[in-house]
T-cell receptor
Framework: KAGVTQTPRYLIKTRGQQVTLSCSPI?????VSWYQQTPGQGLQFLFEYFSETQRNKGNFPGRFSGRQFSNSRSEMNVSTLELGDSALYLCASRMAANTGELFFGEGSRLTVL | AQSVTQLGSHVSVSEGALVLLRCNYSSSVPPYLFWYVQYPNQGLQLLLKYTTGATLVKGINGFEAEFKKSETSFHLTKPSAHMSDAAEYFC????????????FGAGTRLTVKP
């Protein structure tokens, strides 16, 4: 059974640009969550999607957005990038929202110059 | 809201020595507790979890943790460290079964010396 797949694994952007990250969950998993990991703030919850609907949202500005497609694949977008957005963005999937073990992908490492 | 505190951002042990990584939690409802491991440039992998029932939980790679309600702790142990255990370890808590609000600790980086 394939794991959670995140693309791209590494990317470099400049301030002011926007970025889109993709996450394909484990087959059969309908919930996808996104986390930001930085050395200073640790792991912070961004949002969770289930059945194409955002079910829960962390405390991030509106520049951070996401969506989920009918096949459960998810994308997150960050607009008007800032230096502080440099981080490892982790996607995690599970069978259903609100319950069950989270399975993490390897992450997308974003560097903002 | 629930939270976890991991005591010690860095722990160094010798190969073959006991590994003890400390985690204390705060939760207003009976918690579910988790330990995850992260190897360099990889995502998080679940080591073990406590939900209900037996308070001593065994996980993968020889790790175990004990839920102690009176001490609000969920420390991770392994009797004998191996070089391959070097990684970052995260403790996490959710408010019971409704774990759409998983809170992670700051992490503990484990170094294993030969």
């Amino acid at each position: 059974k394939a794991g959670v797949t995140q693309t791209p694994r590494y990317l470099i952007k400049t301030r002011g640009q926007q970025v889109t990250l993709s996450c394909s969950p484990i087959s059969g998993h309908r919930s996808v969550s996104w986390y930001q990991q930085t050395p200073g703030q640790g792991l912070q919850f961004l949002f969770e999607y289930f059945s194409e609907t955002q079910r829960n949202k962390g405390n991030f500005p509106g520049r951070f957005s996401g969506r989920q497609f009918s096949n459960s694949r998810s994308e997150m977008n960050v607009s008007t990038l800032e230096l502080g957005d440099s981080a490892l963005y982790l996607c995690a999937s599970r069978m259903a929202a609100n319950t069950g073990e989270l399975f993490f992908g390897e992450g997308s490492r974003l560097t903002v110059l | 809201a629930q939270s976890v505190t991991q005591l010690g951002s860095h722990v160094s042990v010798s190969e073959g020595a006991l590994v003890l990584l400390r985690c204390n939690y705060s939760s207003s409802v009976p918690p579910y507790l988790f330990w995850y491991v992260q190897y360099p440039n990889q995502g998080l992998q679940l080591l073990l979890k406590y939900t209900t029932g037996a308070t001593l939980v065994k996980g993968i790679n020889g790790f175990e943790a004990e839920f102690k309600k009176s001490e609000t702790s969920f420390h991770l142990t392994k009797p004998s460290a191996h070089m391959s255990d070097a990684a970052e370890y995260f403790c996490a808590v959710t408010p019971g079964r409704n774990n759409n609000d998983m809170r992670f600790g700051a992490g503990t980086r484990l170094t294993v010396k030969p």
